[in-house]
């Protein structure tokens, strides 16, 4: 019996293994017709979006790998695809082995298989607007060393022979208001101009279109999860800036709406004023995580000095003002409220004998578009039960799907896109009786968990310095977990944003007003995978007689956490007493959001440890 | 009444305000004779070593201020002197004030004040052997920005008019014998030439001269506090290295020794050898951290290709054999003995009402000397007491010099040189009754070192990844300190060895063997300074059912910590267990090699917490 339904998240399993042979044969064709003897497939659109609409979606198209994360090259005598560890199995089922072979993305990184695998005289093409220009230096490092060279192409060679090519997404836009953005696009304009001025540009290219939604106080409907419209922007210091964005996705308001601080022109025009504007000469400041090298290549060749640095657009978005602050608090007492008759619901059917990690996503789903609130899931809900929940970017599909059963534990990460805030939350649960070893290690990460989230810290500190505080209890036992501790999260856009994150590679300073994610874990391969994961938000610490300005973290999310996992022999008594007063919060907060049932169990699940 | 009088430390008061404006104008006729209107004199020698010999003090001579780091600007009209926050007050009292300006050395730097201050048209001469390559590519971006030009030049102004300048030292040149070394030359260098392969280059020039004393086994006797032997050699990736030494400091046993692994050269000849090497149009590794600018101009004027980087001998070194390891820990224990008998001297006498900081300093050398094996101290002794221990890198002079009384605290921090290690260790000691916000602190410092001393982290940690466990305590009552947590620590070398550290800067990996210091503090100005140091080992940490390669610290310095500081309530049963632990290996090692006094002071010292 599944009474729920999912609609913003699927579970086909990928295909497997079709032989796109002719789909190789024509792009080699094309290659040649080219005059280059190889080219270069980066699952990346035009502005490294973490999710892609199917236009851009060039390397699952030629190769059959959906993955999120690939390059692939493809020579006249072989092809060979790059993932990560993660996608290692599924790159081999699904590409036709006979055509493709598979290699490392990360360690080694693809530039060394290019450097030791091409030969002199050959040469490589690249689409400049999907790969950044750094990430181009390395490959052009990569082939001068095997005497290759590495060409940029004109037009995409994959789209002259994609005749079936999905048109570009045309998702309406929507005025992000005041109630919820706190911050009128003048106020902000006039701060992205101040930063212009600090990094001596004549303009900014805002290609990341997180930034320009946060920006100019929209939001759409293009990509999957994340509520962006797909634009460019262009903010002269001093001048009217302009919104490249095709028109067909704007309402007569919204474009009212825009042209109150800026022009709007067509997407394609982003070329030649851009062309014109480096023309004069002018030093134009470009966000090297996002920017892809044409533009660079663009700036350049028309006269111009691209300026390649981090996004200041960034820092200014992580900042959360008071009204987002506010809003991402409601949006978090919403989703625990769903969230409690989620978990209240498992606990009392998860050993129903036919319940499944779909099931589970599914009834979520429903939990929380019940708040009638729901835009969209923030990212597909990982449920990981037994060995499942090993794998740490799980996505269950139909084939991989299990049924959930007694002596597992079940871990569910999931999120919600609400106008107010973007949620993402893990717990994990225990199913019948959990044994003494997961008891543990589910308290290990507990008490890693807590020491971020008791955390005390000055002004000025990264995430960098606080990582190893969530991993010091798993370290004392000869264990770790191989992610970052976490990462920045957007106002109703993306669940992942930087530019801060708690990780060893985290060197943004932490400010008032970031939100970041606090989800260590331990995942025994083949057997059961633990995380605890709230959001944060990054408050004043108010310590009596502190000689330095100090901060800390207020918990948003609030979900019990599973008592039956805890062992409190473990934990010391301000753990305990932190714990407790958390978990009365929690029920003091959501229970009178909730149904009787909820509610009866909300109070036991909060009980005191 | 002094018993004690201390040979390796002095204690004068820096000279202060000597008008030496006559200096200063040959200076600038010498520099307008050379065809510059401007000069720069770091606080430097041709090798950046920390402790350099008097013949290389340019900035003292010139301007009066002894500091160990400095840099000054001459300009025809002004000179200026940069320093950083620890001497700001010194150079203020050293200088002529007429005739120079104090500036910030850090934060800014000395760039930004050049950037702002320069004509258009200056030319700003410097020595090349004086800096390093990255250090002149800042100036030049500096001089560049404000239309000036940096200008190197040939030989040193100051030498030519610096009429009594000291020669250089000829200390005596020894073998560190393979009992220390625990590794012969020919094996070092075996690995060594493997890190030149590995860097792809045809040589590796050795600019930092603790690499060649560590390379060839030997010590000198050049520069205060360690043995390092003033000198540089060449390694080629295939036949014999060279060293380049002055003659006169090597005895004929010495020589024999060196020459059964390389040809010994006079130290003028350096600079003709690699010009011709570079001739053939070689690669040169250079340490890009102690290697002069002008070794990088030779190599590339004489057509070779300097490849600058992180000295590869640097690691080698920081990672102790065997043979070191069963040394350093002979070392401690002796070290060990020496503290435990002043520590119970100073309980006796401290109250005395005649006894000073100097006294003190004193005596523990004297304990030190007693021992029969220390060859110096490993630095200038810090004795800080009351208000003086809250300076950071306070040397005790005869004009600072405090009694010690009732109340306060005194923190002692000091180390050997012996042939079979190196020591460093520092104590804070109550004097009379302490505060209870004393003893809060001392605890919160205490519980700081040790959650470095009881870590547990896998292979490939760094020291950044635990600097914050230091630092924990301290943050969550609102307080710091501001200085790193730990320093690798040499062989009968240098106290201050890289590459590793503990500090949020440490993206060293800890490798078992390595030898770092561990020494939290708490700084009250103007009231008093508490630090706890012992170094510590890396070891394998053996943790039953480990998933991952672990690694621990062991500490190596035995001395109690001062029980009446401590404030049990505050510190968990772990921990007291570690200290109570800790304290019964202390006394167990050091109480067979004491006096019945010191003996009796030690059982007390290490009693249960």
């Known amino acids: 019996m599944n009474v729920f339904e999912a609609h913003f998240q699927t579970f086909e399993d990928p295909e497997g293994g079709t032989p796109l042979s002719s789909r190789l044969a024509a792009l080699r064709e094309e290659l040649s017709r080219r005059g280059v003897t190889g080219f270069l497939i980066p699952r990346a659109d035009s502005q490294q979006n973490e999710y892609v609409p199917p236009s851009e979606e060039r390397l699952a198209w030629l190769s059959g790998f959906t993955g999120s994360a690939g390059l692939a090259a493809v020579l006249t005598d072989q092809a060979v695809l790059f993932v990560d560890g993660r996608y290692t199995l599924q790159a081999a089922q699904q ?39 750094s990430a181009v230096e390395r490959l052009q490092a990569a082939c001068a060393k095997a005497g290759a060279e590495l060409v940029p192409l004109d037009r995409n060679p994959i789209d ?3 005749t079936e090519r999905p048109s570009p997404p045309l998702g309406p836009v929507s005025v992000h208001e005041l109630a919820f953005a706190g911050e009128a696009e003048d106020v902000k304009l006039g ?30 409907a293009d990509v999957a999860h994340t509520p962006l419209p797909l634009s460019f ?34 997407a ?35 006269g111009g000095k691209p300026l390649r640095g981090a996004d200041p657009l960034a820092l200014l978005k992580a900042v959360k003002n008071d009204t987002e602050i506010a809003g991402t608090r409601k949006a978090h007492i919403r989703d625990g409220a769903a969230l409690a008759r989620f978990l209240s619901w498992l606990d009392r059917e998860a050993l129903n004998g036919v319940m499944t990690e779909i099931d589970a996503v599914e009834a979520l789903e429903t939990f929380r578009r019940e708040t009638g609130a729901l835009k969209d899931v923030s ?4 449920s ?111 669940v992942h944003e930087g530019p801060a994150r708690i990780s060893k590679l985290g060197t943004t300073s932490l400010k ?34 502190a000689e330095k300005t100090m901060n800390a973290f207020k918990a948003l999310t609030l979900a019990p956490i599973d008592r039956r996992l805890i062992e409190p022999s473990l934990m010391s008594p301000d753990e305990l007493d932190w714990l407790n007063a958390y978990h009365v919060r929690v029920r003091e907060t959501i229970s009178p959001l909730v149904d009787e049932a909820t509610r009866a169990w909300l109070a036991q699940a909060t009980e005191k440890v």
């Open 268 to 302: 394609e025009q982003l070329t030649s004023t851009l062309g014109q504007l480096a023309a004069q000469g002018t030093t134009i400041a470009l966000d090297a995580a996002t920017a892809a090298d044409a533009l660079s290549r663009l700036i350049t060749q028309a």
């Open 233 to 266: 922007a262009l903010i002269p210091k001093d001048g009217r800036p302009i919104i490249f964005i095709d028109g067909r996705k704007l309402s007569n308001a919204t474009r009212d709406h825009l042209e109150r601080n800026a022009s709007v022109a067509p």
């Open 95 to 133: 590409v036709d082995g006979a055509a493709w072979t598979v290699a490392s993305l990360v360690d080694p990184p693809p530039e060394s298989w290019l450097g030791s695998n091409l030969r002199t005289g050959d040469r490589i093409g690249y689409d400049p607007w999907l790969h950044t220009t």
């Open 191 to 220: 701060k992205i101009r101040a930063e212009i001025a600090r990094l001596k540009a004549d303009a900014l290219v805002v290609s990341d279109p997180h930034a320009v939604a946060w920006t100019f106080n929209i939001r759409g």
């Open 160 to 162: 002259a022979i994609w």
């Open 512 to 545: 008032r007003g970031m939100i970041l994610s606090n989800e260590p874990g331990y995942y025994k391969s083949n057997a059961y995978g633990i995380r605890i994961e709230n959001l944060e938000l990054v408050v004043a610490a108010d310590i009596a007689g």
């Open 384 to 494: 990981g039960s037994g060995p499942n929940g090993a794998i740490v970017h799980y996505r269950v599909s139909r084939k991989s799907n299990r049924r959930i059963q007694a002596g597992e534990l079940l871990l569910i990460d999931s999120g919600g896109q609400y106008q107010d805030g973007t949620t993402d939350v893990t717990r994990t649960v225990a199913i019948g009786t959990p044994t003494s070893e997961m008891r543990d290690r589910f308290t290990r990460v507990l008490r890693g968990h807590l020491a971020i989230a008791r955390a005390v810290f000055p002004d000025g500190t990264t995430g960098a310095q606080l990582d190893s505080f969530a991993r010091q209890y798993l370290w004392s036992a000869g264990l770790d977990f191989e992610h970052g501790t976490g990462h920045g999260v957007g106002s109703y856009l993306s």
């Open 379 to 382: 990212f597909p809900t990982i």
